[in-house]
């Protein structure tokens, strides 16, 4: 079962950026999509970014432009760059692995609040 770990949450100002790092406890060369996701307080859980082990990637709308997704199969990692922050980004950013017709792993989360 993997583990994943996430890291680097923070309080920042509106247009600021941050960078979130997610770190597995085993080898993600055979998953085949590390998945970021974020919750906002009384909101459902949404996907922001996903990225497939051969590196092509998707956005949601609301973050196109300004986040990047990327992973690094030797080192088991998968970050997001977010940048030009706004306070609607606020959350809880949960990292996830997903592999076809299997229930998806899940870190533990890392809080992004955005002051205005």
């Known amino acids: 079962q993997v583990q994943l770990e996430e890291s680097g949450g923070g309080l920042v100002q509106a247009g600021g950026s941050l960078k979130l790092t997610c770190v597995a406890s085993?080898?993600?060369?055979?998953?085949?999509?590390m998945r970021w996701f974020r919750q906002g307080a009384g909101e459902q859980r949404e996907l922001v970014a996903s990225?497939?082990?051969?590196?092509?990637?998707n956005y949601a709308d609301s973050v196109k432009g300004r986040f990047t997704i990327s992973r690094d199969n030797a080192k088991n990692t998968v970050h997001l760059q977010m940048s030009s922050l706004k306070p609607e980004d606020t959350g809880v950013y949960y990292c996830?692995?997903?592999?076809?017709?299997?229930?998806?792993?899940w870190g533990q989360g890392t809080q992004v609040t955005v002051s205005s």
């Open positions: 996830a692995a997903y592999r076809p017709g299997m229930p998806y792993y």
């Open positions: 990225v497939r082990t051969g590196g092509a990637t």
């Open positions: 085993e080898s993600i060369f055979s998953i085949s999509s």
